[in-house]
């Protein structure tokens, strides 16, 4: 049976990366973006096995037509929230913090993927499926300037450490997969021309997915090193 997955914010960049490498393997993979035009691109250089649903993943109706074409398909095993926001840019202190725009960056971050992540659950349960959100460093770390969007990736990695302990029969991995050569990283006012390119944590993703590592937070770093992976140690 060919295997489904759901990867959202998937018109460029790490998602569009990950997109690539499980079409390779034979994957029907549904991607989504806000940018039809961008989406329905990135789709033409994926090959077939790919199903574009543009939209918004804020928007509950877009998040039923999401569940439309994974019903359409059959089911799903994978489910990942890639799509995310920075917030405010440049990126603001804690101090000059627009609230609105803090607001505006949890619906993307953390509000939408749970959305997404209840929508599937039943279908993802009855397939044994698995759940990858993607975080980040500063999640963890007191980056200056990163506190709006690093608090939107703390809560993610908390809501992902609570649905593995909730739902045992799942897979569901939090992957800090470090910087990449993404608009987003440039938008953040760091060199993104220094950083590798998205393919590289896609590569070290397709990893974890393929060997379903245990549930927990993982770095790109480390699954490209297992000897020091984090597992569910973390």
Request: aromatic share 4%.
């Amino acid at each position: 049976m060919t295997k489904t997955a759901l990867i959202t914010g998937a018109s460029k960049g790490l998602g569009r990366a990950l997109a690539a490498e499980l079409v390779r393997d034979g994957w029907t993979v549904i991607v989504n973006a806000r940018s039809a035009e961008a989406l329905a691109e990135a789709a033409a250089g994926l090959g077939p096995g790919v199903v574009t649903v543009p939209g918004d993943v804020t928007d509950p109706a877009h998040r039923d037509d999401l569940v439309r074409a994974v019903t359409e398909a059959g089911g799903i095993d994978l489910l990942v929230n890639n799509a995310g926001t920075l917030g405010t840019t440049p990126l603001p202190r804690l101090a000059d913090q627009p609230l609105d725009d803090l607001e505006a960056a949890f619906r993307t971050n953390v509000t939408a993927p749970l959305a997404l992540i209840q929508a599937f659950l039943p279908g993802l349960r009855e397939r044994g499926g698995a759940i990858l959100n993607i975080s980040s460093d500063a999640a963890v770390k007191p980056y200056e300037t990163w506190g709006g969007y690093g608090s939107t990736k703390a809560a993610l990695e908390q809501l992902s450490h609570v649905l593995a302990a909730e739902e045992p029969g799942l897979a569901v991995w939090w992957v800090e997969p470090g910087d990449m050569r993404t608009d987003m990283l440039r938008a953040s006012g760091e060199d993104a021309d220094a950083a590798p390119p998205p393919e590289h944590a896609a590569a070290a993703l397709r990893t974890l997915i393929e060997e379903r590592r245990p549930s927990g937070r993982h770095r790109v770093a480390d699954l490209a090193n297992p000897t020091i992976s984090e597992g569910s140690a973390q």
